[in-house]
């Protein structure tokens, strides 16, 4: 067995660590230690094990909202199908689960530029996100690239767009939209 070391943490974590291990029925000083060892067995090989439990839980909140996950080619079916009065129902539901999922997302974690783009793309996980910044103006420009979208895919990623905008309270936010782009600028966001 290896020796023990006293390590200083937080009495804010401790608490939370305590809570935790009683919903478990574990001693919480056993509950640090396997956190610990897990997670730094996983930081050994993957650096980006941090991100990953952010998205992680930014998904189970999707998940609470409802949101569930289809295969792309069904969405495009389904939405080539629907009227205009079922699409701005769409996107009226699309815009208050953005809304939402922005605010959840902002009391749970502080919201920088690389917060917004895990969130895209989640939300938009078959596209490519590129970040722009203006040096001078300080606004970020997030692109939400899609491949062959329809028509009715960008409206609703439209609406998402503008919901996640609202919901994580982004300063002077605009959202534009191209033949195949979501554009999302923002007037000021922290780095990191």
Do not use: H, Q
Request: hydrophobic share 45%; glycine share 8%; net charge neutral.
């Amino acid at each position: 067995m290896s020796s023990r070391r006293f390590v200083a943490i937080p009495e804010s974590v401790l608490i939370e660590a305590i809570k935790v291990a009683e919903r478990l029925g574990i001693p919480y000083a056993v509950l640090i230690e396997r956190i610990l060892v897990e997670v730094l067995k996983v930081l050994r090989y993957r650096r980006d094990l941090l991100d990953s439990l952010a998205m992680v839980d930014a998904y189970t909140d999707i998940r609470r909202l409802g949101g569930i996950v289809l295969p792309e080619y069904v969405v495009r079916e389904i939405l080539g199908r629907v009227d205009r009065e079922t699409l701005e129902r769409l996107c009226s539901e699309l815009t208050k689960m953005g809304s939402w999922f922005g605010e959840l997302s902002r009391a749970k974690r502080f919201v920088t530029v690389s917060e917004v783009k895990s969130s895209l793309g989640l939300w938009f996980p078959s596209s490519s996100i590129d970040i722009s910044k203006d040096s001078n103006t300080g606004e970020v420009k997030f692109v939400v690239s899609l491949v062959n979208p329809s028509r009715e895919l960008l409206e609703l990623g439209r609406c998402l767009v503008e919901g996640l905008a609202r919901g994580y309270d982004l300063e002077g936010y605009s959202v534009t939209v191209g033949s195949s782009l979501i554009v999302l600028r923002v007037g000021r966001l922290a780095e990191e």
